[in-house]
């Protein structure tokens, strides 16, 4: 699956997912990836169809800080695995992650809150150390912007062991943020898609 398919169908998953909260972003997020796909030329996606248990058409399963989540799409169900990391006091959504298994590799998206310096992109930290290069992003909404991601074999395999990740960025005002993301149970999750995609 191509790195912009893979965009397509995690912004599609990203509206089922992560809950932004308002029906008028929700309705947004939905269009943006309606027109997304509709402008694709016929990327191809990794279609579960007829693999679900029980013949379900949507999946939910929890691996400890992860989420696999499969919704239909235009080929079949497509799943992804998620996390979303909410404001400990507000309970609002700051980040959501979303990876698609591609081969060895996965590819997937991140979700930030607006007023991100979007020259700078976003880049995954793993124990204090950058994984690969930056991220950059791709399209801003309403409701946050958006960089689409890709990880290698041994990058995924550093993240899956970390014992400390986050998301860096800078803010538009020029302040350096370390979003901390959870990796418990994202080995399994990955595992978990990569099986339901055969």
Avoid at 177 to 192: E, M, S
Wanted: aromatic content about 6%.
């Amino acid at each position: 699956m191509n790195t912009k398919a893979v965009m397509i169908a995690a912004l599609a998953g990203l509206v089922a997912v992560v809950g932004y909260g308002s029906h008028a972003g929700l309705s947004m997020l939905r269009a943006f990836a309606s027109a997304a796909q509709a402008a694709a030329v016929a990327p191809r996606q990794d279609s579960v169809a007829g693999t679900l248990p029980d013949g379900a058409s949507t999946l939910t399963e929890t691996y400890q800080a992860w989420q696999v989540v499969c919704q239909p799409g235009p080929k079949g169900e497509t799943c992804v695995v998620s996390q979303r990391v909410a404001d400990s006091k507000t309970h609002k959504r700051i980040m959501a992650i979303q990876f698609h298994p591609d081969g060895k590799a996965v590819a997937g998206i991140v979700a930030l809150p607006l007023g991100v310096r979007l020259t700078d992109g976003v880049a995954i930290r793993v124990d204090g150390k950058a994984v690969g290069k930056s991220f950059a992003f791709t399209t801003c909404i309403p409701e946050g912007c958006i960089a689409s991601l890709t990880l290698d074999e041994s990058q995924l395999a550093l993240l899956e062991s970390a014992k400390k990740a986050e998301f860096s960025f800078f803010t538009a005002a020029g302040h350096h943020v370390d979003l901390p993301i959870t990796v418990t149970g994202l080995d399994h999750a990955i595992t978990r898609v990569r099986a339901l995609s055969r």
